[in-house]
């Protein structure tokens, strides 16, 4: 009964012109507070360039502690003017670091040394905190989320970094307004999980109302609302959570059907969607009370709000209509009538121009938001679903087509013919994969004009380069299967010319380097920072500390491989003894059967598991245990195995 629950709500919601996730703007650059006496700093004058680093306790506090969060931020100017210095692009890490015994003769040495394998992207060998770091979050068809870092490989095999799992089948998700975290809807367990982004776990899961599918974050993050699409009339609606607390704060019955939502640039208002009776529901945020009931057509099945006209457009996927209501008075400014089919609206960053999709005409209608007129009707890829934008682009994925249709921005107007491009992500076409979930399956990096663009009918995402022909690599995904993507972005932000800077939270305590590099002059320097125990200190080393032993990274196949790992906690490494439910789980890439092998205890502290390869690639191999359940950032271990006639 549950799962038919999910397959009918994933369906219908397919057959009425599968909705577009929820864009999420950006996090700005962490602000460094002015009255914070800096807890590290220093500073290296190279070549006409000075480097100013400091590191400023966030939050009032007098020192960096380990568990609290830090302002890291670089300075690099005219050596002579004082100026910022332009068009830069330093790398940054902070790592612990090394005791060696002649500090001014090697700590720099050891430093570049660090630099260069941090490069490198080394299986094993990453620094605490990456300052240029991005990851990308698959969300899977199974309870899971695979985390992968575009810079590391194994082999050119596997990027796979962790995975996150999940109580239930995920379907939608949304990034808090800080990028700290992630919440995921999952209909059939009527909950939203809350993800950390910077640990990759889940740190709750709360109750959302009946059928949780659609989440937003209002833009001044502080709720998260959910569509609750019961078909029990009395229990179709919404529900609001604290995005701070994650607390449910109310669940409030609007109308029947599937639920669209979107806000007035201010919070005050949330609008939702009721697809089945015809309506869109405005919420006064602040008393969290209903205000009225908007008629918007037969079947209203998506909502966008523009920045820039400062009012909703509803888009009606039966009559073919977009009604346009002022987001301040509430009332009913314009009816454009375009065709009937029409299914996500979203608009570009700056709000002026608006994609409505038509699934059933193959295209894409744009709205001028300065006017309210349609501007262009653009002939897309088969099907569209899904629409994403860089800066420069507009991307447009069909449902029924493997390539992905870029519209130039900058080339749309009354009176200009836009300027079209496309390229071919994978070689099927998404709706090959069967059913799909709301998250999108494009996603643009913070940065720079490039997109991830996930292909569920092949399992890879691939990253595309604007100015490129076709995507310059894949990620296969690891024995689950990718329908989403979405970016985390870790790297430091520039405000003024020159400037740069982001907010950590600190892993540890102890001497940590602060690892800087630039190219343009050529500067490898490691800073240095303090960082003391924090409050949390004994708990989090009480949690098992996982290493793999030095083990041949290529064996033969078929035939049998030992895994030897040690497990520590506390402060002194004192040996973990006596775990009997640690299993090692490993499969062969891409997508290989899934195996499992229980490891033994030999002493120590050290346990080992006999691995069966019954066929050469890369493996990949993890370990479970109800000990390492709060263990964070576990390694892997990647294993190659060959043919054992060729090793001969």
Request: with cysteine; net charge neutral; proline share 6%.
């Amino acid at each position: 009964m549950i799962v038919s629950k999910l397959r009918f709500a994933t369906l219908s919601l397919l057959v009425s012109y599968v909705l577009l996730g929820t864009a999420v703007a950006a996090p700005a650059p962490a602000p460094i507070a002015a009255d914070a006496k800096p807890a590290a700093s220093g500073r290296l004058v190279r070549d006409g360039v000075a480097i100013d680093f400091e590191a400023r306790p966030a939050g009032g506090a007098t020192e960096l502690v380990e568990g609290g969060l830090a302002d890291i931020r670089f300075r690099i100017t005219d050596a002579n003017t004082g100026k910022g210095v332009p068009g830069l692009a330093p790398g940054a890490w902070l790592d612990l670091a090394q005791v060696i015994s002649n500090p001014k003769a090697n700590e720099q040495k050891e430093c570049k040394d660090k630099i260069a394998l941090y490069l490198k992207g080394v299986v094993g060998v990453r620094p605490m905190v990456d300052l240029n770091s991005y990851y990308l979050m698959v969300l899977n068809k199974d309870p899971s989320i695979s985390v992968i870092d575009p810079l590391t490989s194994v082999g050119g095999v596997t990027s796979t970094l962790t995975r996150i799992m999940l109580k239930s089948q995920p379907m939608d998700w949304a990034k808090s307004t800080d990028g700290k975290y992630l919440f995921v809807s999952m209909p059939l367990a009527d909950r939203v999980s809350v993800v950390d982004a910077a640990s990759f776990r889940v740190v709750k899961d709360v109750d959302a109302g009946d059928e949780p599918v659609r989440v937003a974050v209002q833009p001044d993050g502080r709720y998260l609302w959910v569509g609750n699409n019961s078909r029990d009339p009395g229990k179709s609606g919404v529900t609001v959570i604290d995005a701070h607390t994650f607390k449910p704060v109310k669940t409030v019955q609007t109308g029947k059907g599937h639920h669209e939502i979107a806000f007035s640039d201010d919070s005050r208002h949330a609008f939702v969607s009721n697809r089945d009776a015809g309506t869109v529901t405005v919420f006064d945020v602040a008393s969290m009370q209903k205000v009225k009931d908007l008629p918007t057509g037969p079947r209203p099945i998506s909502v966008a709000q523009s920045s820039l006209s400062k009012a909703l457009y509803v888009a009606d996927g039966q009559a073919g209509t977009i009604t346009v209501i002022d987001a301040r008075t509430l009332a009913t400014r314009k009816l454009i009538q375009a065709k009937p089919g029409l299914g996500p609206v979203r608009f570009t960053a700056d709000g002026r121009y608006a994609f409505a999709l038509n699934t059933m005409e193959n295209v894409a209608t744009v709205l001028d938001a300065g006017s309210d007129e349609v501007a262009h009707e653009i002939t897309v890829a088969a099907e569209p679903y899904q629409v994403t934008f860089t800066s420069g682009y507009a991307y447009v994925r069909g449902l029924a087509s493997e390539r992905v249709t870029m519209v130039k921005l900058d080339s749309l107007g009354k009176g200009h013919e836009p300027v079209l491009q496309s390229f071919a992500a994978g070689g099927e076409a998404p709706r090959l994969a069967g059913d799909l979930p709301l998250a999108a399956s494009l996603a643009a990096r913070n940065d720079e004009g490039s997109v991830f663009v996930v292909n569920p009918a092949n399992n890879t995402t691939y990253f595309y380069m604007e100015g490129m022909n076709a995507p310059m690599t894949g990620y296969l995904n690891r024995g689950h299967t990718a329908r989403a993507v979405t970016v985390v972005d870790r790297a430091m932000k520039q405000g003024e010319a020159g400037v740069f800077s982001t907010q950590v939270t600190l892993p540890a305590s102890g001497k940590f380097d602060v690892a800087f590099m630039l190219d343009r002059p050529q500067v490898l320097h490691c800073f240095s920072a303090e960082v003391k125990p924090g409050a949390v200190s004994d708990a989090k080393l009480a949690v098992p500390r996982l290493e793999f032993l030095p083990a041949p990274v290529t064996v033969q196949a078929p035939g049998k491989a030992t895994v030897r790992f040690r497990l520590v906690a506390g402060r002194k490494d004192t040996p973990r003894t006596g775990l009997t439910d640690l299993m090692v789980n490993y499969f062969v890439a891409p997508a290989g059967t899934r195996q499992s092998a229980a490891a033994r205890e030999v002493g120590d502290g050290v346990y080992e598991a006999s691995l069966q390869l019954a066929e050469t690639g890369a493996y990949y191999v993890h370990v479970e245990s109800a000990a390492l359940q709060d263990a964070q950032n576990k390694p892997y271990l990647t294993l190659r195995a060959v043919s054992a006639v060729a090793g001969k």
